[in-house]
């Protein structure tokens, strides 16, 4: 191909990374902690590679091109909802849905509300409370609460753009789990487990000016359709099957953090 010539649909060519790991999702540690949340199995972290310079307004380009490449195509991994096995996308996409995450949280005290609301006591033990149904969860306990119903007295102490943070939804998935998810008493293991992946996924860098840390990555929130309808991450939609694009421009990969929704591994 001649320089300066495009590929197909905007020159980006991709290329899948199996070396990079991410540890985070397999320290034993996290590996108790996501089988005891049902999750375990089903939630996958992995990494590619592309050639051209990101731009965020072209992220549909980006995505649609993604989906279509011979490098991803045999490589990206997806849960069937027959078998329950690891599989590769068998079908054409058609439709793509790509949406902005904002990613601009550096540290944790982002969740310090959660102590000064009586959400989780002093010692780190989450508030329980009585029994409710907020479909499909069970709730049981004050953090359920002001993760899901939106008319409880507590929902304000994170606003709207809090919620929208990729910081908050990867914390939100973690607390509400899988199919089977025993939920931790304690605050803690939700926020190591949030912190430890975030970390994984995210990039940041010091502004040469300001010496300040700053986030590089561009996170979307992808879905993929075939001709059929919707095809990825799962063709059943859950408030817990997600795919989230982790974008570095400056390395030039992506990060594509999985999971379906269903029983996870027990032993």
């Not at 990206?76 to 601009?104: F, H, M, R, Y």
């Not at 421009?249 to 594509?256: L, Q, S, T, Y």
Request: proline fraction near 5%.
């Amino acid at each position: 191909m001649a320089a300066g010539e495009l590929g197909p649909l905007g020159g980006y060519y991709f290329r899948f990374l199996p070396q990079k790991t991410f540890k985070s999702l397999s320290t034993p540690e996290t590996t108790s902690r996501l089988r005891q949340w049902s999750m375990l199995g089903r939630i996958k972290a992995q990494a590619f590679g592309f050639d051209q310079t990101f731009q965020v307004y072209r992220k549909d380009d980006f995505v649609m091109a993604f989906f279509k490449d011979p490098n991803v195509i045999p490589n990206l991994k997806l849960l069937s909802d027959s078998s329950g096995q690891w599989i590769t996308l068998g079908t054409e996409v058609k439709k793509i849905e790509a949406i902005n995450v904002p990613c601009t949280q550096l540290s944790m005290s982002f969740f310090n509300p959660l102590y000064d609301e009586d959400i989780v006591r002093e010692n780190g033990h989450i508030v329980k409370c009585l029994d409710s149904f907020c479909d499909p969860f069970l709730i049981s306990d004050e953090l359920q609460k002001v993760l899901l119903v939106e008319d409880s007295e507590k929902y304000e102490v994170f606003s709207q753009p809090d919620r929208q943070e990729f910081l908050f939804c990867l914390f939100k998935h973690l607390c509400l789990g899988g199919a089977l998810c025993q939920y931790e008493d304690v605050l803690n293991p939700y926020l190591e487990t949030t912190k430890l992946i975030y970390k994984d996924l995210v990039s940041v860098r010091k502004n040469p000016q300001t010496k300040k840390i700053q986030i590089t990555s561009s996170v979307f929130k992808v879905t993929a359709y075939d001709s059929v309808g919707m095809c990825y991450p799962s063709t059943k939609s859950h408030e817990q099957t997600f795919s989230y694009f982790i974008v570095d421009p400056i390395m030039r990969h992506v990060h594509v953090l999985y999971h379906c929704y269903g029983v996870g591994e027990m032993s």
